[in-house]
């Protein structure tokens, strides 16, 4: 007598979507001394964003951000 496993069953649209789950993907820090780096990060950012790439967008933010924080710009 031989004994097969049981089919496990799927079940779709169950679970955390993808990005939920554990990773260990590390966050990556921008450090700056000088803003005119972060100026010319910002400006390829807003080329980027013209031309239709929406993928930096939180980082153009945090960049504004840390103007904001540095009192190099104001609301």
């Known amino acids: 007598m031989s004994i097969t ?3 496990q069953k799927k079940e779709s649209g169950k679970g955390l979507p993808h990005a939920m789950t554990l990773n260990d993907n590390a966050i990556d820090y921008v450090h700056w001394d000088d803003p005119n ?3 010319d990060r910002l400006r390829l950012f807003d080329a980027s ?3 239709g790439n929406n ?3 939180n ?3 945090s960049i504004i ?3 904001r924080e540095a009192g190099l710009i104001i609301n």
């Open 37 to 39: 780096e972060l100026v």
């Open 59 to 61: 980082e153009m933010l």
């Open 5 to 7: 496993p049981k089919k």
């Open 55 to 57: 993928a930096h967008d």
């Open 65 to 67: 951000e840390e103007f």
């Open 49 to 51: 964003h013209q031309a």
